[in-house]
């Protein structure tokens, strides 16, 4: 498997998608942690694969000038923005936020940042809308945009009912955003608590309770976006984004990664491209003559250092009846010569594991199996054959291998075993581990060939030596 034979001989893959290997040909490595679409994902750009598009389906790309890069905090590749105008708009399906009159209720938007540089003014995203108040239009804003090296979130007319500071909230960041380093940032609005909340690498810079009291506990100012209108993403932005993110859902109430991760976020670990868990592959049953022994596995392989791979096999004679666990699946190392693997069919499975920080993956071009046949059972070494009327009795000795069944041949030409006419059955007649058959139903006068052949775990040998005789009517 793999090489210049390619990998069509997998089955099943967890985790795990195809590489650059050696010589042009493909490898198998781990598949990268990039976000993917969940039940309350609005909107995801991971700027993964070879088209850029909303992963979720619900956002049509209008104009974009961003260019896909090969590096990224998550997965292997970003968008890349080079300045003002650079980035990309969008607009959803009826329904959609950012695209229907309505109250939307909780949400998240979320992304990675690697600036070039962090300039006044820069604007990650922006949208401007408004909602009809009373007869009149009451213009809605939500930007993100630097200032002073910290992103600074400007919500204006997004709450029903909100007139404080003309209706208009900021959120700003607390630590500087570094430029050619990754940072992970989310908004996130609990529509039933009135928490908005700003995070950088999963720790909270600033919060404030959309509530009557200003508090925890008040009513909530609802969240109502007004007119439908046009999303921008970096429109004015030099550097990387990635895995952007909008989720329907508030994201204190979301299993995420990142906030089961304090620890390493305080450590200052950000980029992580391939799950702690890893990934694998299994092979499709690999057929063989029956009986074959499983010697060893050879692979080649790229081990980065703290990274690893782990190979298992099982086999047997039937595989319709193979489950996850059954057979059992034994530990093979390259290399290691293996014992009591034997069976018509071989199966391998592969364990791919990252390194502890998650940015470094192993890769596997090739994969083979050796194994050596079982042997033919010999044949017998006599033969005889004695006609009779209608009829010829053959008797030969016990082979001195071990056989389960003698397959007896016959036919009316030297060295053409198609014999049918026999009462016993059509050639080859199988007679168990007996050594001895008449073959009636032949017709006098008739010469019938007759060759033995030896049959061990549903494999036949070669044929002993050919006898004949021709049946006739016995004088008395």
Known sequence: MGGEHGWSQISSTSGITTGPGKYGQISLELATASRTVSHDTEMLFSFEGDSFQDDAGRFQVVSSNVRVVEDAAMGK??????????????TGVPGSIFSTLNWTGSFSIEFWLCPAVVDNGETILSWRSSRNVDGYPLYQILEATFVKNHLQWNCT????????????????????????KWSHHILSYDSETGLLEYR????????????????E?????????????VLEISPSYAGKIDDFRVLRNAISNTEDFFYQNQENYQRGWTAVRYTVDGGSFISKPLEVPVGSHLTHLEASTIVPEETGIEFFVRAGDNFYSWDQTSPEWIPAPPGKQLSDLEGKYFQVMVKLYPDGAGTSTPSIASLSLHYEEQE????PFYVK?????????????????????????YGERPGEYLGRVALEGNSPVKVGHENSVRLTGLKNGRIYYFAIASEYNEQIGPLSQEVHARPTIQSR
Not at 78 to 90: M, P
Not at 200 to 215: A, F, H, M, Q
Not at 217 to 229: E, S
Not at 385 to 409: E, P, Q, R
């Open 77 to 90: 590749q970003s968008g890349l923005s080079v300045g003002n105008g650079s980035g990309f708009s969008v």
């Open 157 to 180: 007319n997004l709450f029903t009912g909100y007139v404080e500071n003309n209706g208009e909230i900021t959120l700003s960041g607390t630590k500087s955003v570094i430029p050619n």
């Open 200 to 215: 950088v690498n999963g720790l909270v810079e600033d919060l404030k309770y959309i509530t009557i009291t200003g508090r």
């Open 217 to 229: 506990r008040g009513g909530v100012y609802p969240l109502m976006l007004g007119n439908p209108a």
């Open 376 to 379: 033919p059972p010999l044949p």
């Open 385 to 409: 054959a004695t006609a009779g009327n209608g009829y010829v009795d053959l008797i030969w000795s016990h082979t001195i291998d071990k056989a389960t069944n003698y397959c007896v041949y």
